[in-house]
């Protein structure tokens, strides 16, 4: 399971658990250095903080690491102590993220320009406890650079890196490109075979990650945006496998907890979902218009049925 903020909540992993649960699950991000901040002296921070809610965790959902994002190595120390001590199975850094606000922080794929804070933020969650530590990243920045960028990951030895397979350029707007795994894969083995090397992008469906992984010869594949509307995507069905009735009925199930996520989230957040469970059959456009517009689950409920 990709780490998607707003997506991979407690809610929606509750709701995959369920159905088909992955090998891994992953949080959504969270700031290591708004969790410092708002910190409680000598304490857990506090439940009602938001971050926190961001990093829930259920006993069902296991093995889950937890995605924290900083560019100072103190505030992943902390952040990864902290992780930890809530028994966490892993801690992941995101290197990834395209986002402005995150990237003006120096994190997400700003990190791939930056490869010694690179290195210094893994060497940091590494010595702050045994959890293991894995990194999430793209391609290149602005071209494809894998053979100078991952090779500066592998050195500071995760146990795992996540690639998307995409530069931060190009955002989500072209295809992964599979056939450049091959070649990590062949740096991963010249540089440091001990780390494990998992694929990320487009991937639909069970079947055809486990074949992007048989050919790519990476040791495991990350699924996204193939959870959208199909909760049941690891237990190996295809989005159009589930009758209408089974999606409308996960999709209230999915909004009586997200209403339950403490302190609670905007409502309007539930709306990629809809989006996504509400589509590709007659009269889809005109329910899904409706469903909208409800702002709590009891309101979609009453529509639903
Ligand atoms: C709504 C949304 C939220 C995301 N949030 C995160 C995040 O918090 N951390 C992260 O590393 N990647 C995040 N991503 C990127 C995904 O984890 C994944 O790398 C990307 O969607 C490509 O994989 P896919 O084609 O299987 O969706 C997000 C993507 C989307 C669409």
């Known amino acids: 399971m990709a780490p998607m903020a707003d997506v991979t909540d407690a809610a929606f992993r509750a709701l995959v ?59 992943i120390t902390y952040a990864t102590k902290l992780v930890a001590e809530l028994g966490f199975d892993g801690v992941d850094i995101n290197m990834g993220c395209p986002d402005k606000t995150i990237e003006k922080q120096g994190c997400g794929a700003a990190m791939i320009r930056t490869p010694e804070v690179a290195q210094q933020v893994i060497r940091a969650a590494k010595e702050a406890s045994t959890l293991p530590v894995s990194v999430k990243t793209r391609v290149g920045y602005a071209v494809e650079s894998l053979d100078g960028w991952l090779p500066v990951l592998l050195e500071a030895a995760p146990a795992a890196i996540t690639l998307h397979l995409r530069t931060r350029k190009e955002m989500s707007l072209v295809s992964a490109n599979w056939e450049l795994m091959k070649r990590a894969v062949e740096i991963r083995n010249r540089v440091n075979p001990d780390v494990l090397l998992i694929g990320n992008g487009d991937v639909g469906g069970i079947e055809e990650g486990r074949r992007l992984a048989i050919e790519s010869g990476c040791d495991g594949v990350m699924i996204g945006r193939g959870m959208f509307g199909n909760p049941w995507v690891f237990a190996g069905r295809k989005s159009d496998d589930t009758p209408l009735q089974e999606k409308l009925a996960a999709l209230n199930e999915l909004a009586y907890a997200f209403e339950k996520l403490s302190p609670p989230k905007n409502f309007s957040i539930l709306k990629k979902h809809i989006k996504a469970f509400v589509t590709g059959f007659d009269g889809a456009a005109e329910l899904r218009a409706r469903l909208m517009e409800a702002e709590s689950a009891s309101e979609l409920a009453h529509i639903i049925y």
């Open 17 to 75: 658990a369920k159905r088909g649960a992955p090998d891994v699950y992953w949080t959504e991000f969270v700031s290591a250095d708004g969790l410092y901040h708002t910190r409680e002296i000598g304490k857990l921070p506090d439940v009602e903080n938001p971050l926190m809610r961001d990093i829930l965790k259920s006993e069902v959902e296991r093995p889950i690491v937890a995605q924290i994002f900083s560019s100072k190595p103190e505030m």
